[in-house]
């Protein structure tokens, strides 16, 4: 079966056996009065709701509040300073991280989550965590970037060959209905 269009019309179990892209899920939440911001999979729950019920979710699901992040000064931050509730990376956190770590430094997801999930730890902690795990080769992807897992996937399955042939398999698997996992059966679309 071809890809239907996302629409209102679009049952249930189509809605969930197809990949859609994130823009593709606001734009349909926009235009039919569903709240279209947060994660890929806050927009597909709401989305799911509505072809289920019909019930249009407007507001976000949590209120947004301002970070502590935000408001502080990041020129007082030193090694000692607790990392506090609602961390957000950002380019003067990335600035303290590398005049301490240098240059090589690098936002990463799971950097990124110990952060976010010790809010009592200091920044020396989160130093710590970043070089022990900095040569750390593969991170679980979480499950709304299945691209990039699929992409890693097909690498880790297929040496020697290119990313623009993952990339063409990546196409041809989204356009299938089912799960969006890489299998030996997507190198069909090489042929």
Request: with cysteine; net charge positive.
């Amino acid at each position: 079966m071809k890809r239907p269009a996302l629409n209102e019309k679009t049952s249930l179990d189509d809605f969930k056996q197809f990949y859609w892209l994130k823009e593709e899920l606001q734009l349909f939440c926009k235009e039919n009065g569903i709240y279209a911001g947060g994660s890929k999979i806050d927009i597909s729950k709401r989305i799911e709701h509505f072809l289920k019920t019909g019930q249009k979710i407007k507001t976000p699901d949590v209120k947004s509040s301002r970070s502590v992040s935000d408001n502080r000064n990041y020129s007082e931050i030193t090694v000692h300073t607790m990392i506090g509730e609602n961390y957000k990376s950002s380019e003067p956190l990335r600035d303290f991280f590398e005049s301490i770590i240098g240059k090589q430094f690098k936002f990463t997801v799971v950097f990124q989550q110990f952060c976010k999930n010790n809010p009592n730890k200091t920044y020396q902690d989160a130093i710590n965590f970043w070089h022990k795990n900095r040569n750390r080769k593969t991170f679980k992807i979480a499950p709304q970037f299945e691209y990039n897992t699929y992409i890693r996937d097909f690498i880790a399955a297929n040496k020697g060959k290119k990313l623009s042939d993952a990339i063409l398999c990546w196409k041809y698997k989204k356009s299938l209905r089912g799960d969006n996992k890489y299998a030996d059966a997507d190198l069909s679309a090489l042929k």
